[in-house]
Nanobody, 121 residues
Framework: VQLQASGGGLAQAGGSLRLSCAAS????????MGWFRRAPGKDREFVAA????????YYADSVKGRFTVSRDNAKNTVYLQMNSLKAEDTAVYYC???????????????WGQGTLVTVSS
């Protein structure tokens, strides 16, 4: 499966952005999806995950209550709605896919190219 993330950009602290990740090349509903991010000078970290049909979601504590992951299997797309953004949310955000529901595990088989989110304080 190929993944293409989009929607990044510049936002003010307290603002919102919505990221999208479009999948192609395979049956999208066969994949659990995850969002990860890498801030400057830091390791890649887990943000959110969603199961194959969207019935289960899982979040990092740092984004819980502010970010929402969802998916539209008819559009082969997973979303990350980011509200109440903070300067520490600044990072390159990556979507990832795996046939298993890997939650926060970094061993997803497929990764998108990343989209940059910059939050100004």
């Amino acid at each position: 499966v190929q993944l293409q993330a989009s929607g990044g950009g510049l936002a003010q602290a307290g603002g919102s952005l919505r990221l999208s990740c479009a999948a192609s090349g395979s049956t999208f509903s066969n994949y659990g999806m995850g969002w990860f991010r890498r801030a400057p000078g830091k390791d890649r970290e887990f943000v959110a995950a969603i199961s194959w049909r969207g019935t289960s979601t899982y979040y990092a504590d740092s984004v819980k209550g502010r970010f929402t992951v969802s998916r539209d299997n008819a559009k082969n797309t997973v979303y990350l709605q980011m509200n109440s953004l903070k300067a520490e949310d600044t990072a390159v955000y990556y979507c990832a896919a795996d046939r298993a529901f890997l939650l926060g595990n970094l061993t997803y088989a497929y990764w998108g190219q990343g989209t940059l989110v910059t939050v100004s304080s």
